[in-house]
T-cell receptor, first 118, second 115 residues
Framework: AQSVTQPDIHITVSEGASLELRCNYSYGATPYLFWYVQSPGQGLQLLLKYFSGDTLVQGIKGFEAEFKRSQSSFNLRKPSVHWSDAAEYFCAVGQLLYSGAGSYQLTFGKGTKLSVIP | ETGVTQSPTHLIKTRGQQVTLRCSSQSGHNTVSWYQQALGQGPQFIFQYYREEENGRGNFPPRFSGLQFPNYSSELNVNALELDDSALYLC??????????????FGPGTRLLVL
């Protein structure tokens, strides 16, 4: 069965510092990979996704992630963090339900809470 | 373009009761997935509906059931509520197309508290 591990439960960074959130996955086939962000009491917003192709993926709000098959990792990075980035971040892997149209279920990690010091 | 909406936003029920949560898909989307997010956890997949049929199911008991309507909106029904059902219930919509990989877009969720 697929699984996602986010080793860091809570990370605190200073505003303007760089950020890297770690994500490791376990999945038998080529994975669909995602990063979502959740603000308190809110739903999930998609930051970026990897389906195939270029292993360095650009997302919204200045985020990027790199798929490394050999390490089963999909770490999220941002060169300079803003106070508004404080939130919880979830990495997810998509398991195909219907391969003909890329329909899948998402398996999420437990999340990494990001705090930003002004 | 209208995003995914869910109702109600909050709900309090007592153990043993039944609850219905509702989701309206984003415009142009034909697939709905439901997830349960317990406090401090990542969301867990409950099931997915496409063309009014269940397309896949996670590790949830049969008392969790769903419907999808011709306009692609959806309901999640939970019978015989248990305390552990207290969670944020998230709906995600997507557009299934042949040969394409879809993206799931989430609604704001319904917060259910079972007393």
């Amino acid at each position: 069965a697929q699984s996602v591990t986010q080793p860091d439960i809570h990370i605190t960074v200073s505003e303007g510092a760089s950020l890297e959130l770690r994500c490791n996955y376990s999945y038998g086939a080529t994975p669909y990979l995602f990063w979502y962000v959740q603000s308190p009491g809110q739903g999930l917003q998609l930051l970026l996704k990897y389906f195939s192709g270029d292993t360095l993926v650009q997302g919204i709000k200045g985020f990027e992630a790199e798929f490394k098959r050999s390490q089963s990792s999909f770490n999220l990075r941002k060169p300079s963090v803003h106070w508004s980035d404080a939130a919880e971040y979830f990495c997810a892997v998509g398991q195909l339900l219907y391969s003909g149209a890329g329909s899948y279920q998402l398996t999420f990690g437990k999340g990494t809470k990001l705090s930003v010091i002004p | 373009e209208t995003g995914v909406t869910q109702s109600p936003t909050h709900l309090i029920k007592t153990r043993g009761q039944q609850v219905t949560l509702r989701c309206s898909s984003q415009s142009g989307h034909n697939t709905v997935s439901w997830y349960q997010q317990a406090l401090g956890q990542g969301p867990q997949f409950i099931f997915q509906y496409y063309r009014e049929e269940e397309n896949g199911r996670g590790n949830f008991p049969p008392r969790f059931s769903g419907l999808q309507f011709p306009n692609y909106s959806s309901e999640l029904n939970v019978n015989a509520l248990e305390l552990d059902d207290s969670a944020l219930y998230l709906c995600a919509s997507s557009r299934r197309r042949a040969g394409a990989s879809e993206t799931q877009y989430f609604g704001p969720g319904t917060r259910l508290l079972v007393l």
